[in-house]
């Protein structure tokens, strides 16, 4: 760290000669440009050298753990240093904006309205970032040509706004992170970018093929304003790189008709027939105009259909129209009859997959007005849905339960020890005064006993436990990737948990991902829960952070890992059935017995005779 401090004390005198020297021509009345901007050119190199060494001797401090005074006052010395960097800078800007005369300008010219002034706030610009897909590079390379091309800014300036401008990890950022963020540099770093990516014959190549692919994809029943959409956007982008209707038509206007319905070729073939035109003197060029001006129409047209059918319809017509259709799906349910008492089979609703109404899903009405793809994705996320609660285990109850799952805050972690290392489970309980460990765990690591405690836990509805006796042991317990690590002293148990509660999280998997959270248990895996930890130990490891995934879900970040906590209403319109077991009393009992009338209880009254008569009956046959 020695050599580092010395390297900064000579960068430091060096950067306040050129600095005072800056000083010195520019308050000059007649002052140089040229020798400014050389001075300055000095004044950002020393800047720059400061910066990095600066970086260094921080990292260093911290590593060798500095007290936190010391490392505050060398941050607070670099910034110096910067801030006078950027003063030169912004006093060479207002000389060369100023002109090498600096004739004062008359006071006359000076207008000033109060209309000119701006009063609205800009949003801030925020620079796209390219990730290496062909499709964004035009939209990449409009945005960032402006720093590209200005003079003002350095090229070691122009290279980290590059480096921002592009996706971590993707190809785009290690192509322009494979060379030194150098002056010399960042021209090939440009360059490079360019021959990859930005090449004129491939982006054409692309843009060809993206017409191609709406051909391929006619069969998938695409909607009319999509496909404009797409095919404005792709000729567009063939007309920035030079590709023009003149040169290309011939070629473009066959991908284009073709990419259509056939409902709107037709009407495109009967409206061509209908133009006052000779096809003689029609050339390609105006027939991909004729063509694309019809399709706006029609995409015009389609707009304003859909707004009159929406746009008069009311929470009152919508509810009388659900309340007919439940009517209708009311009538199709099945006629009770005694064969239902005979059945342990759930009786199935007719339900759509689309709209969830009593109906079949093909004579559905809103399915009808989506899109193929908008079916497919709907159908997909119900499908991801339905195993998320399928794929659970149930307890079967013999009453009706409406209850809502309970996620407890569990954890996986490490648990280390004399005789070596193993992952293990823990949950976090706040309702919980000590925190415990299985006995065998102990065993397992030979963890020393420290200590024995008589214990009586007090249960809720205030039932009480015999005392018994546990052994108090200190265990060693770390993150999975080893970036936190604890101590703290437990009590054995036998069993902490008959049985596993398991974490469902694909509901919200993408909610998580989008946040960047990384769940420390993902619910996988049949692991007993091995080490509780209590209201003692449980808040030195939270950390504050929290993340709020619906009313019932929150995620919660302790140093150990983030974990859910809350109820999980899985599904509120669950139906459960009630089964009724009907045992009959008979030594042999066969099924068509089941469908008989009296084994419902209706008999013939002719057959039903009292014990006295059949009495008699024996009696006279007897005698006979």
Request: aromatic fraction near 6%; include cysteine.
């Amino acid at each position: 760290m020695e050599k580092l401090k010395s390297a900064q004390k000579v960068l430091r005198s060096s950067f306040t000669k050129a600095y005072n020297a800056f000083q010195i021509e520019r308050k000059k009345s007649s002052p140089d440009l040229t020798k400014l901007q050389t001075q300055f050119a000095l004044i950002r190199d020393k800047a720059s050298e400061l910066g990095e060494l600066s970086h260094k001797i921080q990292d260093a401090m911290l590593d060798a753990d500095e007290e936190e005074e010391i490392l505050i006052k060398e941050v607070e010395n670099a910034d110096e240093y910067t801030a006078k960097y950027h003063q030169t800078k912004i006093e060479l800007s207002d000389l060369v904006e100023a002109g090498p005369s600096q004739m004062p300008v008359p006071q006359p010219i000076i207008i000033t309205s109060q209309e000119s002034i701006r009063v609205l706030k800009l949003p801030k610009i925020e620079l796209r970032k390219f990730g290496g897909e062909i499709k964004d590079w035009l939209s990449f390379w409009s945005t960032f040509r402006k720093i590209h091309e200005d003079a003002t800014l350095s090229r070691e300036d122009k290279f980290h706004y590059l480096l921002q401008s592009t996706v971590k990890d993707s190809r785009a950022f290690e192509v322009v992170n494979s060379f030194p963020p150098t002056a010399d540099n960042y021209e090939k770093a440009v360059e490079s970018l360019k021959s990859r990516f930005g090449k004129k014959d491939l982006l054409i190549e692309f843009y060809v093929r993206e017409l191609l692919k709406l051909v391929l994809n006619k069969s998938k029943n695409i909607s009319l304003i999509s496909i404009y959409d797409k095919l404005e956007t792709h000729l567009r982008a063939l007309e920035s790189l030079g590709v023009t209707t003149d040169m290309c038509a011939a070629m473009l206007f066959p991908l284009v008709e073709s990419s259509l319905p056939e409902e709107i070729l037709r009407t495109w073939q009967r409206a061509m027939a209908t133009m006052d035109v000779s096809i003689t003197n029609v050339t390609a060029k105006d027939r991909l105009m004729h063509l694309m001006a019809f399709l706006d129409k029609e995409v015009e047209s389609e707009e304003r259909i859909h707004m009159a059918k929406t746009c008069f319809e009311t929470n009152d017509d919508s509810t009388k129209s659900k309340d007919k259709k439940k009517l209708k799906g009311d009538r199709n349910q099945d006629i009770v009859t005694a064969a239902g008492l005979l059945t342990v089979k759930e009786t199935s609703t007719l339900k759509c997959l689309f709209c969830e109404e009593p109906h079949d899903s093909l004579h559905c009405g809103k399915a009808r007005s989506m899109s193929v793809e908008q079916r497919i994705t709907l159908i997909k996320n119900k499908h991801e849905q339905s195993e998320s609660a399928f794929n659970e285990v149930s307890s079967g109850l013999a009453n009706i339960s409406l209850d809502a799952k309970v996620f407890l805050p569990m954890l996986k972690v490490k648990l280390r020890g004399s005789k070596g290392t193993v992952n293990a489970r823990a949950v976090i309980d706040t309702g919980s005064h000590k925190s415990y460990i299985l006995n065998r765990a102990a065993e397992e690591l030979d963890y020393k006993t420290v200590g024995e405690q008589t214990m009586v836990h007090l249960l809720f509805g205030g039932a009480r436990t015999k005392p018994q006796n546990r052994k108090a042991c200190r265990i060693y317990l770390e993150h999975l990737d080893g970036s936190y690590k604890c101590d703290f002293i437990v009590f054995q148990q036998e069993v902490i948990c008959h049985s596993t509660p398991k974490s469902n999280n694909k509901p919200w998997k993408e909610a998580l991902r989008q946040n960047k959270v990384q769940l420390s248990d993902d619910g996988e895996g049949d692991e007993p829960i091995t080490v509780l930890i209590g209201v003692d130990i449980a808040g030195r490891l939270f950390t504050g952070k929290l993340l709020q995934l619906d009313n019932n879900i929150t995620a919660i970040e302790t140093k150990l890992g983030w974990t859910l906590m809350g109820r999980n209403l899985i599904d509120k319109n669950k139906e459960d059935t009630t089964l009724m077991i009907v045992s009959m009393m008979t030594e042999n009992a066969s099924v068509s017995d089941l469908w008989k009338l009296d084994a419902l209880g209706i008999t013939d009254p002719i057959e039903s005779k009292t014990k006295e008569a059949r009495q008699a009956e024996v009696k006279i046959l007897f005698r006979d």
